[in-house]
């Protein structure tokens, strides 16, 4: 995992900014997965980070795609209120060194509390 940015956010809000910075500079930005999704209701569930079945533990997969390349997969995993956002690189499939350029370069404006390493 490469880390980009840690947001003072929870995840749907950081989710929120990431897309829309990123659909600013003509990315194409689809949610691939959404952990608060999978819950299920009926079901009691405990997390293993905070030990009860009430947190706000979560994470979202984006797979970001520009024009002719293989998308970029970008994970945001929030907790306690913070939010960590990641580009995933896959052994022997890391984007274009473009597509990874293009995403850092459009979340660089968002108030980040600690930036990732370049």
Known sequence: MLPLLELDCTCAEAVTMVKDALDETGLRVLMSFDSQLT????????????GTDACDCQIVILLVYDVDDRPATVLAHGQDGETWI????????????????????????????NAGAS
């Open 86 to 113: 990641s580009m995933v690189i896959p052994p022997g499939q890391r984007p274009a060194a473009r597509l990874e350029k293009k995403i850092r370069q459009a979340l660089s404006p968002l108030p980040a509390v």
């Open 39 to 50: 819950r299920v209701a009926t079901v009691p569930g405990v997390c293993p980070h905070h």
